[in-house]
């Protein structure tokens, strides 16, 4: 069997191409599923708050006119907050 230089750098390029696909999935994977149940975040206290924010200065806190507290993940969500997009 005979392969040309040019099949045999293509098929490597694949290859590599393939890894660095898994690779850089896995890596996507493990940093979007670092926070469980118990990581702290912080809300703002108003009636009309929708965002937990993973920093406490966030800037998606900078204009709640009511008191920012911490709570675990699991109460923010129970509450029915969702992630601030500038914490993503």
Same mark, same amino acid.
Request: aromatic share 10%; glycine share 4%; net charge positive.
């Given at each position: *069997?005979?392969?040309? @230089?040019?099949?045999?750098?293509? &098929?490597? !390029?694949?290859?590599?191409?393939?890894? *660095?696909?898994? @690779?850089?999935?896995?890596t996507?994977?493990?940093? !979007?599923?670092? @926070?469980?149940?118990?990581?702290?975040?912080?809300?703002?206290?108003?009636p009309?708050a929708?965002?937990? $924010?993973?920093?406490?200065?966030?800037?998606?806190?900078?204009?709640? &006119? $009511?008191?920012?507290?911490? *709570? !675990?993940? &699991? &109460?923010?969500?129970?509450?029915?907050?969702?992630?601030?997009?500038?914490?993503?």
């Amino acid at each position: *069997m005979f392969f040309t @230089l040019g099949a045999i750098f293509n &098929q490597l !390029t694949l290859i590599i191409s393939f890894k *660095m696909k898994a @690779l850089l999935l896995l890596t996507f994977f493990i940093s !979007t599923t670092y @926070l469980d149940d118990r990581t702290t975040v912080y809300i703002c206290d108003s009636p009309g708050a929708k965002k937990y $924010h993973l920093r406490k200065d966030c800037k998606g806190l900078r204009n709640c &006119q $009511h008191r920012t507290i911490s *709570m !675990t993940l &699991q &109460q923010a969500k129970r509450k029915g907050r969702t992630l601030c997009s500038l914490d993503k």
